[in-house]
């Protein structure tokens, strides 16, 4: 399997985990941290003309666009081992990413000319444990994919992929 085909199903993978850990925290703290419908607030609030379903897959288009950025930069870590795949570095990757988030969720809110109305501090902060969720995902992912060979690559003579 070629490198696209990983990021595609890590970034998927850790994508969908990462919105269900951010729904299942919006739950517990009563408040929305869904990525997906702030990406779809910001969108119709620029472009009210599209239709709901338009705005609302713009908003997850957006969401899976992002998962992707990252599980590129996690891939080419990977694949240049640079970083090993395994849990230890997917928690600080993922705090690491949590802080890039936080930023680029920033920078977005101050750019848009009409940001949805929340709690931002506490949105930024959700945004560490969103992206260790969303990077362990990945990260398991990725690992299934190589370490079990599940992608039908060939192995080298030690087993590693």
């Not at 739950?27 to 003309?49: C, G, Q, Y």
């Not at 299934?144 to 030690?158: A, H, P, Q, W, Y």
């Amino acid at each position: 399997m070629n490198k696209l085909a990983k990021i595609t199903i890590s970034g998927a993978a850790g994508t969908m985990v990462m919105t269900g850990g951010s729904e299942l925290m919006s739950l517990i703290f009563k408040e929305n941290f869904s990525e997906p419908d702030h990406l779809e607030t910001m969108i119709s609030r620029v472009a009210p003309h599209l239709s709901k379903q338009a705005k609302k897959i713009a908003g997850w288009g957006a969401h899976f666009a992002m998962g992707f950025v990252f599980a590129t930069i996690f891939v080419e870590l990977w694949e240049e081992e640079k970083i090993k795949h395994n849990f230890k570095n997917a928690l600080i990757m993922g705090a690491i990413a949590g802080i890039f988030g936080a930023l680029i969720w920033k920078g977005t809110f101050k750019a848009h000319p009409l940001p949805p109305w929340i709690k931002y501090g506490q949105f930024y902060l959700q945004r560490i444990p969103a992206h260790i969720i969303f990077t362990i995902g990945a990260t398991l992912a990725y690992k299934l994919l190589v370490d079990k060979n599940l992608i039908g690559e060939e192995r080298s003579n030690s087993g590693a992929a």
